[in-house]
Structures are given as structure tokens and as C-alpha cells.
């Protein structure tokens, strides 16, 4: 039986990785037409997905479950992309 306790664990850091992204996508003013969240350059539903992305993000690195686990560049890309959402929000 696998450790649940890890697979939550495992499932938290790549959505937050994933969240990063996305943040990252957000901040730089890409327009995706294959995603509908992206398919506009509307600025106040970006600065919504960024507050409430970025807002996940700080909650999950003030947990020392999950930092401890995490690796540099895991780390790096979640805190990058904290920092590009503040910037972004002004």
C-alpha cells in the first residue's frame, strides 16, 4: 500500500509547480488561445488568477512540510514566481 501521507506530499509540490507556471505565464502578458484563462490580455482577471495564485503559492511555503521537501530548483521556480506575481500586483 502506498504511503498516502507522501502521495498527498507529491501531489501538492507539482500542483504548486504547476501554479508557478502559470503565474509565470500570467506576469509576462503571454495571450494563449488554448487556454481560455490566457486567451485575453484582460488585466484584471489576470491580477485575480496572480492574487489568488500567488496567495496559494505563500501559504504552501510558510508550511515546513512542504519546504523541507523540496529541492532547490523547486524552491527557486515557486519563490521566482512569488516574487513576479508581487511585482506584477505592485
Excluded at 488561445?33 to 501559504?59: A, Q, W
Aim: overall charge negative; hydrophobic content about 40%; glycine content about 4%.
Amino acid at each position: 500500500m502506498p504511503d498516502t501521507t507522501q502521495t498527498k506530499i507529491e501531489i501538492a509540490i507539482s500542483t504548486a509547480l504547476d501554479v508557478a507556471s502559470f503565474v509565470e505565464k500570467l506576469t509576462s502578458g503571454i495571450v494563449d488561445g488554448s487556454d481560455p484563462r490566457l486567451s485575453e490580455e484582460n488585466i484584471f482577471e489576470r491580477k485575480t488568477y496572480v492574487t489568488r495564485n500567488v496567495s496559494h503559492l505563500k501559504r504552501l511555503m510558510s508550511q515546513p512540510w512542504f519546504t523541507s521537501v523540496l529541492d532547490v530548483d523547486n524552491f527557486t521556480k515557486i519563490n521566482d514566481a512569488i516574487v513576479a506575481g508581487e511585482d506584477y500586483l505592485g
